[in-house]
């Protein structure tokens, strides 16, 4: 008899085809609050007898609430640089192969049930906050076509059911800023556009609403084209919001923000909160001018092409590029007020300045702090000693050196990593468990860490941009990083982006810090870290000690949610 072999799984699995997912669930994983996604896999695998290769079929979900249900088929994508030797045990694999990480839309919820092999779908239900408290019953029957003819009806090979549970309160709202460096350059390249042409906005758009929904509330602000992950002496493409004109003939700048206006405008309209303004100089040291294209006008004649009138071969301190930012940053910050959005914008300097950089970092600094003054300024800063010279007020360190920072009782603490945090801290890289990314949103909420950074949301290019790369193929930027950590959405057709299992456990790691920002309401926060470190010892949880299965993290969550549903 045929059989099709079907596992309630964990969203912290990652399912292998030869490799029989473990990651279990049972209903005591499924309850969940108003305003919140619920994600959970299905596996499947044809038996081995009495099959073809494989057989088309589909998923027929039977529920009264279907209209807040989306599956999605998780594929597997090649992966070359699952590590760069720098590891602990803490990855799934340290070898090449196929890993499961995109998701792809199912339309009509079709699914391909392969023979000897493990696939899944990932499931979400998405609670809004005028749904009812209560339990809800899912059938999810697994069926095949009745005839090879595409009319043909269906009947039910197997059936998986679930039964999830709504508590009766809303999930708050998010209280830490959370970016992911956009790279616009990116999305104009793969989708063969010119930056901010109607039709780039259109896919802009499509972007943002995916970024905003999963948890993301801050957005870099390409001011001028973002000196990060640039060739020395190379350029990026031109990613530039602000209108230059420089009238030779008066030495006079006059400065257009109606592109930036349309850029706010879209911004505010989907709901970010939060401005991060590109950075103001070179990466690594603030050494340099960032690229500044502009109109010139000589002899009362506007050139017809735009020039570069700052970029490396500028001194971030000489006399034109200080003149030239001190003017702008003027007319910027009014505009800001203009726009009321002032006292939620942040501004860089440079991107992972070293002790190396200390004095061309204040020099740099120096020549505009007071035009922006009340501003906070954030830049990724891991050196503790570098912080002590008061240089940067509000330093971002990488988790692998934020306990340096919290020790010294620096407050109101970011943090972030990067393909250099690749052994004894999370991270969300391809070849690792999803319980290591998911850890950071306890990390998060027992520290009170004000914000979280990640420089690739979708970072397309090689190393140093020298050349775009296909996501679907590449995902190290050829070979400099580990898979995974250039970017955590896929360029889907249409201008639609496609998302990843990595993508919906940040979004589900965002969501535990909410969940234990209402349970320290009703209670405490000495009660919520009481849950989150039972049975651990006396150090508790840390951001390098920690524990590493994902059962740790599925009690956490089931305690909680029984003390919320307790407690209201």
């Not at 009947?155 to 998010?174: F, G, N, R, T």
């Not at 906070?376 to 891991?382: N, T």
């Amino acid at each position: 008899m045929n059989k099709l072999n079907l596992k309630l799984l964990s969203s912290l699995e990652k399912v292998f085809l030869t490799k029989e997912p473990t990651i279990e669930i049972t209903n005591d994983d499924l309850v969940c609050l108003k305003n919140e996604t619920l994600s959970f896999q299905i596996g499947y695998m044809a038996d081995e007898t009495g099959w073809a290769q494989y057989i088309l079929g589909r998923v027929d979900i039977r529920s009264a609430i279907t209209d807040k249900i989306k599956v999605r088929r998780v594929e597997q994508v090649p992966v070359t640089c699952p590590t760069n030797g720098q590891h602990d045990d803490n990855y799934i694999s340290t070898e090449p192969g196929l890993y499961p990480d995109v998701l792809v839309d199912a339309p009509d919820n079709r699914v391909q049930m392969l023979k000897s092999k493990w696939s899944s779908l990932w499931v979400d239900i998405e609670i809004d906050k005028d749904m009812l408290a209560g339990e809800y019953e899912v059938d999810f029957a697994f069926q095949r076509r009745l005839h090879q003819k595409r009319d043909s009806g269906f009947e039910d090979i197997a059936v998986i059911s679930v039964k999830i549970k709504v508590l009766d309160a809303e999930l708050p709202k998010l209280d830490v800023c959370h970016t992911e460096w956009f790279h616009y350059d990116c999305l104009a390249n793969y989708y063969d556009e010119e930056v901010f042409s109607d039709r780039f906005f259109s896919i802009f758009e499509n972007y943002l609403r995916i970024y905003k929904k999963h948890n993301i509330n801050m957005l870099l602000t390409p001011l001028f084209t973002p000196p990060l992950d640039t060739d020395v002496g190379g350029e990026r493409r031109t990613v530039q919001l602000i209108g230059v004109t420089y009238d030779a003939d008066e030495d006079k700048y006059t400065f257009d923000f109606n592109l930036f206006r349309r850029f706010i405008g879209l911004c505010e309209s989907i709901g970010i909160e939060f401005y991060e303004m590109s950075h103001l100089y070179t990466q690594w040291g603030a050494k340099h001018a960032v690229k500044v294209m502009a109109e010139i006008k000589k002899d009362g004649i506007v050139r017809e092409k735009l020039e570069r009138i700052f970029g490396w071969e500028t001194s971030a301190t000489s006399d034109g590029y200080k003149r030239f930012l001190r003017e702008f940053l003027v007319e910027l910050v009014a505009e800001l007020k203009g726009l009321g959005i002032e006292k939620r914008t942040y501004f860089h300097i440079s991107d992972e300045p070293s002790l190396d950089h200390l004095e061309d970092y204040i020099a740099a600094k120096t020549q505009i702090i007071d035009i922006i003054k009340g501003f906070p300024i954030i830049d990724a800063l891991s050196n503790y000693e570098f912080y002590e010279t008061g240089a940067l007020a509000k330093p971002i360190p990488s988790n692998n050196k934020v306990h340096d920072f919290i020790g010294g009782g620096v407050q109101g603490l970011w943090t972030y990593y990067c393909v250099s945090q690749s052994r004894g801290v999370a991270n969300r890289f391809i070849a690792q468990p999803a319980a290591n990314s998911r850890i950071l949103g306890i990390q998060l909420y027992k520290y009170g860490i004000e914000g979280f950074l990640h420089w690739g949301f979708n970072f397309f290019n090689s190393v140093y941009s020298l050349e775009p790369i296909n996501p679907f193929l590449e995902n190290a930027a050829f070979h400099a990083f580990l898979a995974g950590d250039p970017f955590i959405v896929y360029p889907g057709v249409g201008g639609m982006p496609l998302g990843s299992t990595r993508l919906m456990v940040m979004n589900a790691l965002m969501q535990d810090v909410m969940a234990f920002k209402l349970l320290e309401r009703l209670t405490s926060k000495e009660h919520v870290l009481g849950i989150i470190e039972k049975g651990l010892d006396t150090e508790g949880i840390t951001f390098t000690a920690y524990p590493r299965d994902a059962e740790y993290q599925h009690r956490v969550r089931r305690d909680v949610y029984k003390e919320i549903e307790l407690y209201i």
